[in-house]
Every structure is written in C-alpha cells, then in structure tokens.
Antibody
C-alpha cells in the first residue's frame, strides 16, 4: 500500500525559504507522478505542481514560477519541494499526493500534510 | 484556467436525508471530474473518480453523475460521519483546479 509521510510543521520568516519533504513507501519511488497541493487557513485546495521525481520532470502553476524547486533522494524515497521568498500568503498546509494511474491526476493517496507558518 | 464552481457552498441536513451537491466547470471537461471528502485537520479522501466511479472502500450511499460541464455528488442517506467539506476537482487540463468546496453539516 502506498504511503506518503510528511513532517508536521515549519515556522519561517518572510523572505526566507522552506524545504518540504514527502517520503514515499509501498511503491517504486520516483517513477510516478507526485503532486503538491496546498490549503490556506479556512480556504480550499490549490494545486501547485506535478513532478516525476527521478526524471526531474515538472509542471507547475504560473504563480510559483521562479520560486519553487523540486529535488529527490532515491536512497530515502523522499521528494522535496523548496519554496523561496516566502510571504504570509504562503501560510498553509502543504500536501503531497499520488495519483493512480500515474499521470491521471486522480489523487488516491495523500500525505498528512505539513503546516507552514510564515510570520515575522 | 478551468474554474470549478460548487453549489451550494454550505448545506445543513439531517441523518437519513438525501442530498445533492453540484459542481459546474467553466468549460467542458468530459468526465474528468473527481470528488473528495475532507474532514477538519485531515487530508482529502477520494470518493468518486471519472465523474461516476466509486472509489474502493467508499460506502455505496455516495454516487456521482454528469459529464461535460455539470456534475453532481449525491449522498443517498446521510450518516453522522458524512459531516465534512466536499471538493470537486477537474483532471482534464493544466493547471488542475478544485472547486471552493461545499461544507456539509449534519443537524
């Protein structure tokens, strides 16, 4: 069974960067599509990006262009998303999700989310 | 971008009621429409995919229908555990978009 594990929380200052992690198990890491979705407090779900970790193939929304970087560590089956130039508007819960079949954008599997608070 | 619009934005109903939530896309998306349930503090959970296919393990009181631009999620007999926010999501084109959600309260 696919499982996605994310760390609980991060607190960052405006202008800084954060590197969020998503550790996968139960499948061959990195050959499938991993998606990042965020949810601001009291708001709906916002799709951010789609990545195939080991191939480095990414698609992401225009608003994050130039501000987001994706990496992966095959040895630990962990995907990372680094978000730069943080503002208070980046305060949200960040989820990683896996679709099935890969590339379908039907999100069967979700991490528990990482809470990011951006505050001075 | 394809806009997804829920109706209503919130709903209150009683145990045993039949309820319907509507999701409208700003353009035709064929049947590339998925429904999720989210409870407070939890990740979303897939209920329905491809407009009408019930995800494994989801109770049969949940059903989905529609194609093109208009879709519905129906819960045939509400249970207390159905209290949640429900989101539609189009998987037709980039960027993937979600509706703003329908909050369902059980009286």
């Amino acid at each position: 069974q696919v499982q996605l594990v994310q760390f609980g929380a991060e607190v960052k200052k405006p202008g800084s960067s954060v590197k969020l992690s998503c550790r996968a198990s139960g499948d061959t890491f990195g050959t499938y599509t991993l998606t990042w979705v965020r949810q601001a407090p009291g708001q709906g779900l916002e799709w951010m990006a789609r990545v195939i970790p080991v191939l480095g193939i990414t698609n992401y929304t225009q608003k994050f262009q130039g501000r987001v970087t994706f990496t992966a560590d095959r040895s630990t089956s962990t995907a990372y998303m680094e978000l730069n130039s943080l503002t208070s508007e980046d305060t949200a819960v960040y989820y990683c999700a896996r679709d099935a079949p890969s590339g379908s954008d039907i999100f069967h599997f979700w991490g528990q989310g990482t809470v990011l608070i951006v505050s001075s | 971008d394809i806009q997804m619009t829920h109706s209503p934005s919130s709903l209150s109903a009683s145990v045993g009621d039949r309820i319907t939530i509507t999701c409208r896309a700003s353009q035709s998306i064929s049947n590339y429409l998925n429904w999720y349930q989210q409870k407070p503090g939890k990740a979303p959970k897939l209920l329905i995919y491809a407009a009408s296919s019930l995800q494994s393990g989801v109770p049969s009181r949940f059903s989905g229908s529609g194609s093109g631009a208009d879709f519905t999620l129906t819960i045939s007999s509400l249970q207390p555990e159905d209290s949640a926010t429900y989101y539609c999501q189009q998987s037709y084109s980039n960027p993937i978009t979600f509706g703003q959600g329908t909050r369902l309260e059980i009286k």
